[in-house]
């Protein structure tokens, strides 16, 4: 069975850094193609940051690019989201998410309906 772990979440002052880290077990790590997604109070779900199973296919959101970086560990079988140039806004729960049904040249995708399985989540909270 398939399970997603988060960790890395807190409090974090306006123009700090988080790193968010998402472990999987479970499956062939390096056959996963891993999606973060967050989601606050009173807001829909986002795809922030994907990653293919290729270390050079990834995805962001217009709201994170050049401040976020998502990077994939396969020997370690976790995949990274760093987050610099915090703020207010990145406030939300952030959730890792898996696909299983992709191959190497399967561009990364941030659709939340093309992921299985999910992680229970993070807190990430900015304010000062």
């Known amino acids: 069975q398939l399970q997603l772990v988060e960790s890395g979440g807190g409090l974090v002052q306006p123009g700090g850094s988080l790193r968010l880290s998402c472990a999987a077990s479970g499956f062939a790590f390096d056959r996963l193609a891993i999606g973060w997604f967050r989601q606050a109070p009173g807001k829909e779900r986002e795809g922030v940051a994907c990653?293919?199973?290729?270390?050079?296919?990834?995805k962001y959101a217009e709201s994170v690019k050049g401040r976020f970086t998502i990077s994939r560990d396969n020997a370690k079988k976790t995949v990274h989201l760093q987050m610099d140039s915090l703020n207010s806004e990145d406030t939300a729960v952030y959730y890792c998410?898996?696909?299983?049904?992709?191959?190497?040249?399967?561009?990364?995708?941030?659709?939340?309906?093309?992921?299985?399985?999910w992680g229970q989540g993070t807190q990430v909270t900015v304010s000062s």
């Open positions: 998410a898996a696909r299983t049904r992709t191959i190497l040249t399967t561009p990364a995708s941030c659709d939340a309906g093309e992921y299985a399985y």
């Open positions: 990653i293919g199973r290729s270390t050079s296919n990834t």
